[in-house]
């Protein structure tokens, strides 16, 4: 009887390590799989809503009342769907503060560049997307001494750039609707 239940024991110990193994596999397709199963939101909406190559400053979001999906009320957002497969596109605008960002998304939701106000040392700021690294442009700079162009080399032609423009107070809304009126996404000439 005890050497039958020695081998109970082992068998037990065999088929935990199997569940936790099997388990950790499942978890892991399941991750890698759901970006391309779950349904485009952000993309599907920008499709028919905006013009493609174009800057659009979204309303701030309000309960029950999201132009995107995971907006926060306290943040302003300018969204520009882009498509570089005839040519290059720059997205330039004004930095007012280290906690404004830009990500740029592919057509599945994963981030492929992002960039914060902290990380740059110029205000303004041109991103030529380019489909790859050697693709040259003639990308206008900002205007003023204090502007930066960054050539982003894209893997998927089709995306979604974002801007976020944190709100830091009533005092600061007309300053930073402002800024935002002034960003631009639009097809770079040649």
């Known amino acids: 009887m005890l050497r039958l239940k020695g081998l109970l024991d082992s068998w037990t110990y065999y088929y935990v390590l199997l569940g936790v ?3 950790g596999l499942v978890h892991v397709l399941a991750i890698l799989t ?3 199963i ?10 028919v ?9 979204l309303a701030r979001a309000k309960p029950g009342e999201m ?9 302003h957002y300018a969204v520009c769907q882009f498509d570089v497969t ?6 330039s605008t004004e930095m007012l503060e280290g906690s404004w960002s830009i990500a740029i998304y592919n057509r599945l939701g994963l ?8 990380d740059l040392q110029h205000q303004k700021i041109s991103l030529v997307l380019t489909r790859s690294q050697a693709e040259t442009t003639s990308a206008p700079v900002a205007e003023g001494a204090m502007a930066s162009t960054l050539t982003v080399p894209l893997t998927e032609p089709k995306g979604i750039v974002i801007l ?7 005092a600061y809304e007309a300053l930073t609707t402002e800024a935002l009126s002034r960003a631009r996404c639009e097809e770079t000439e040649e």
Do not use: C, E
């Not at 779950?38 to 499709?47: D, V």
């Not at 976020?164 to 009533?170: D, L, T």
């Open 34 to 36: 759901l970006p391309h």
């Open 111 to 118: 981030n492929s560049y992002t960039i914060g106000g902290t």
């Open 49 to 57: 809503r905006y013009p493609v190559n174009t800057l659009q400053v």
């Open 21 to 23: 193994l099997a388990g």
């Open 38 to 47: 779950a349904p485009a939101r952000a993309w599907q909406q920008l499709g």
């Open 86 to 91: 005839k040519g290059a596109v720059t997205f």
């Open 164 to 170: 976020r423009a944190p709100v830091k107070g009533p």
């Open 67 to 75: 132009a995107l999906p995971l907006m926060s009320p306290d943040v």
